[in-house]
């Protein structure tokens, strides 16, 4: 599958895969001045510089990159980001702060900032029913298998 991708400004990184078996590409930093630091009482909108054609039918999840929480306490603002197939404005990252008690995280232009992947959707209708069809489980929730 090919993505199209619109830059924006002319230092936007085209994604890439970090590895062969990468699930995600990496998505950096493109924005004006010289860095931003996020932190727990003031969440940083970073700009990618960079606009998507997700095909139809699809999806583009946008995910923290792992090395953000576990060095910085760092993650998306909205936990995960959802790209219709049908927006093409500029991909934003909001990246939040859960603690002073991390190492800083000062952002800069070309930095590693998220990670997406594209995957099919598929559209629903709905119907209303009077009953849904009954399991083992049924209305049970959290915790009805146990805790271990």
């Given at each position: 599958m090919n993505l199209k991708i619109k830059k924006l400004r002319p230092d936007a990184a085209t994604p890439e895969y970090a590895t062969p078996g990468a699930a995600c590409f990496d998505i950096r930093a493109a924005f004006d001045g010289l860095s931003k630091q996020p932190n727990p009482s003031e969440p940083a909108t970073i700009g990618?510089?960079?606009?998507?054609?997700?095909?139809?039918?699809?999806?583009?999840?946008?995910?923290?990159?792992?090395?953000?929480?576990?060095n910085n306490s760092a993650?998306?603002?909205?936990?995960?980001?959802?790209?219709?197939s049908d927006y093409r404005g500029e991909l934003l990252v909001k990246i939040a702060r859960d603690s002073w008690k991390t190492a800083p995280l000062t952002i800069r232009n070309g930095d590693r900032i998220a990670q997406a992947m594209i995957i099919p959707v598929q559209q629903v209708s709905f119907a209303e029913v009077d009953e849904l069809s009954t399991?083992?489980?049924?209305?049970a929730g959290f915790g009805s298998t146990g805790v271990l």
């Open positions: 990618t510089g960079l606009a998507f054609e997700v095909p139809a039918d699809h999806v583009m999840l946008v995910f923290s990159r792992s090395g953000h929480g576990f993650r998306l603002a909205n936990c995960v980001g959802v790209i219709d399991t083992e489980r049924g209305a």
